[in-house]
């Protein structure tokens, strides 16, 4: 068990991200990688503008590595490169962080989290000013994991259902991310089961999509593997 962890809040424009290790190296190793992949980012979609734009996938580079993972995920969910950007910039700090020698790597960027850890990790629910939002969590004891968050009511990002929120756990932050978009894509039926359910069977089409969460009109439903719940005090 690690005595001492240590974590850091990190900005960079739009990129709001908490980083934490058991490596002081490995929390500078996470913030070099972030800075890098947004540089890459920005110069590649000055020149690739679709890239940055478009609603559905688009054709794979081979570089940067960063949207070479963006648009493979978006290509497993079906939805525009740019559902993946968190995500994918997270998968890399963490494998930048894994070469510092660490036991415990979390990145959550935005709220899309990617965790390898010796130890439990415990991250709460948000979903603006919803009944349950910061209300209960999720405890994760089986790593490599990553859990991603979509809603059509509070976040900044665009989505065309309505789900509170759309969770999705995979081994990955770019597919976990680009699929919760998708599955909050499909959670709009006046029906609140409906909606669910059309969330739900997204998740479970997508290989590498471990479980799904959905908070839609006070209703819950879930499918695959999940996390402990947890409430959150």
């Not at 968190?86 to 415990?104: F, H, N, P, R, S």
């Not at 790593?143 to 976040?155: L, N, Y």
Request: proline share 4%; net charge negative.
């Amino acid at each position: 068990m690690t005595d001492k962890l240590f974590k850091e809040s990190f900005a960079l424009k739009d990129t709001q991200c908490t980083i934490i290790s058991d490596s002081q190296k490995a929390v500078h190793a996470a913030i070099e990688s972030i800075k890098k992949s947004r540089q890459e980012l920005e110069i590649y979609v000055r020149f690739n503008p679709a890239f940055l734009h478009s609603l559905t996938p688009i054709l794979t580079p081979e570089k940067p590595l960063v949207a070479k993972l963006m648009a493979e995920a978006s290509q497993e969910a079906q939805v525009g490169p740019m559902a993946a950007v968190a995500g994918a910039i997270a998968d890399l700090a963490v494998e930048a962080m894994k070469t510092e020698g660490c036991q415990v790597a979390v990145v959550e960027n935005g709220g899309e989290i990617m965790a390898i850890s010796n130890q439990p990790i415990d991250v709460a629910m948000i979903a603006g000013d919803e009944p349950l939002s910061k209300k209960f969590g999720f405890r994760l004891t089986e790593f490599p994991i990553a859990v991603a968050t979509s809603s059509g009511r509070f976040s900044h990002a665009f989505s065309f259902g309505d789900a509170e929120a759309a969770t999705v756990f995979c081994k990955n932050a770019a597919l976990a991310d680009s699929v919760a978009t998708a599955v909050c894509n499909l959670v709009k039926d006046d029906n609140p089961q409906v909606g669910i359910t059309n969330g739900l069977n997204k998740g479970k089409s997508v290989e590498g999509v471990e479980g799904v969460l959905i908070l839609y009109k006070g209703q819950v439903g879930t499918w695959g593997k999940i996390p402990e719940i947890i409430k959150i005090s």
